[in-house]
């Protein structure tokens, strides 16, 4: 009998993916289009698989279609599953807007939906129907991220022209929490500058009680405000690495498509302005310090009341925090921004993780953090960061709640931010950016060190 040798060096199928699928980020941007449903153009499976996953971290329901491709559409091709979809979406929501997504199914056999969309409408020319907007999202291309991003630059393609500039500023938030928006928004109000938030899932992914459902949930920015984004005075995009997390961008010298803001600004010319995420003191003072230039007004006395209570809480807490190690994982621009939110309290992030493919993240932490030991790895999922924690004593996890397991096997705290938050309520009300961001995370990062260190004393202490 032969014995056929395993090679170690065997390619492993990704096990516990530290991302999520491309048309689940784009639905999360559609969802900030008021009276708008996400389409997924392809399996059943997709789809509920998608509406699950945000009904557990946003606990809100979230409606998501199907086309609800069959074992025949493969061969005949979807056009008759995508005009059923839109047709009983109409007659059941009464839409504003269809926003169409496509799978890696989908994308496979060769759907053309800017086609498809174009006979639909001829079709129906006598008839009024929603808006109809596609983002191409095959997950074999990228992750939430790159759908998310994907999905933002198709609605100014498909909402915005130029035209004579109005009072007002695009804010391009990035895959942040309901409650960080919420915040944004309040900022820019405070310095008096009206603002076009895109998108804005504040409220139809974080609703107050209802007493009877709601169809489409109230919120998200109207259509007839997304058509005036190019004649906005600038766009304020959150965000460095973006979209060229795509698996095509990682290769050497493939054009990517523009973000939102570029596209803004190469077609509309719309004035630009990009930053990290605001996470932590330095990054929200350089926001402050941009709206404050572009408005030619002072940061407001309440945010430099907010600012100096922070770096009071910073002086509080410091020592508890100073120099410990944390493995840091989730998206690229998060753990970007988390990461200079770290350096400026102190901690070490030993190891960075990403399910994103940029190669950009990198060469950005290690300049961050250059004489530090810090590792980055890209592209990895979960079983691949436990594996990397052989050899490092960190303090702490900080990063979404995938990787508690890793936690509970190494004995150390995990504190959860950012997206999925699946074990525990509120994910959708934790603030991350701008000073009580910064509050917000600082606190909880150092209660849930003591709380440890208290759990673990042997003498039972209550003061310290
Ligand atoms: S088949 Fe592709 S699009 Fe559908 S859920 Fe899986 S990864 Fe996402």
């Known amino acids: 009998m032969t014995v056929l040798k395993q090679d170690k060096k065997n390619f492993v199928s990704t ?41 557990s971290h946003y606990k809100e329901p979230v409606d998501i279609a199907s086309s609800n491709f069959s074992a025949d559409t493969p061969i005949y091709g979807g056009y008759q599953n995508f005009e059923r979809a839109l047709d009983n979406i109409t007659s059941q929501f009464n839409p504003d807007a269809i926003a169409i997504c496509t799978t890696c199914l989908s994308e496979t056999i060769g759907e053309d939906i800017s086609m498809f969309i174009s006979e639909y409408k001829e079709a129906r020319k006598d008839k009024k129907i929603p808006e109809l907007i596609e983002a191409s999202t095959p997950s074999y291309q ?39 928006i919420r915040y944004l928004k309040e900022i820019f109000d405070d310095f008096g500058i009206q603002t076009l938030m895109l998108p804005d899932y504040s409220d139809t992914l974080d609703n107050p009680n209802w007493h009877e459902y709601i169809h489409l949930p109230n919120g998200g920015t109207p259509i007839e405000e997304l058509k005036t984004c190019g004649q906005s005075k600038a766009t304020f995009e959150f965000g460095e ?68 209570r922070l770096i009071d809480l910073y002086a509080d807490g410091h020592k508890y925090v100073f120099g410990k190690k944390a493995i840091l994982y989730g998206e690229e621009d998060f753990v970007l921004s988390m990461a200079y939110f770290l350096k400026e309290i102190g901690m070490i992030p030993s190891l960075v ?98 709380t440890y260190r208290q759990d673990n004393s042997p003498v039972g202490y209550k003061y310290m």
């Open 15 to 55: 096990r516990n993916a530290c991302k999520v699928c491309s048309p689940l980020g784009a639905s999360v941007a559609f969802k900030g289009i008021r009276k708008c449903v996400p389409l997924i153009h392809g399996s059943q499976g997709c789809s509920t698989y998608i509406r699950r996953y945000l009904i």
């Open 142 to 180: 990228g992750t939430h991220m790159d759908g998310f991003h994907e999905a933002v630059t198709s609605i100014v393609k498909y909402m915005g022209s130029k035209g004579p500039t109005i009072d007002q500023v695009n804010i391009l938030p990035g895959f942040v929490s309901p409650a960080d």
């Open 241 to 308: 690495i973006l979209n060229k997390g795509k698996i095509y961008g990682a290769v050497k010298n493939t054009k990517l498509n523009p973000t939102a803001g570029e596209y803004m600004e190469n077609n509309f010319d719309v004035p630009l302005i990009r930053q990290p995420l605001p996470f932590g003191v330095t990054l929200t003072d350089r926001l402050f310090n941009s709206i404050s230039g572009f408005s030619g007004k002072a940061m407001p006395e309440k945010h430099k009341m907010e600012r100096g």
């Open 353 to 450: 993780a990403t399910g994103g493919s940029s190669t950009e993240l990198s060469h950005r932490i290690t300049s961050l953090f250059e004489g530090e030991e810090v590792q980055v790895h890209e592209n990895v999922d979960f079983e691949k960061i436990k594996e990397l924690t052989h050899g490092i004593v960190p303090d702490i996890i900080i990063g979404n709640s995938k990787g508690y397991y890793i936690a509970r096997e190494m004995q150390i705290p995990i504190v959860r931010v950012g997206f999925p938050i699946h074990d525990r309520i509120g994910g959708q009300n934790i603030k991350h950016v701008g000073y009580r961001g910064a509050s917000e995370m600082f606190t909880t990062i150092v209660n849930t060190l003591l």
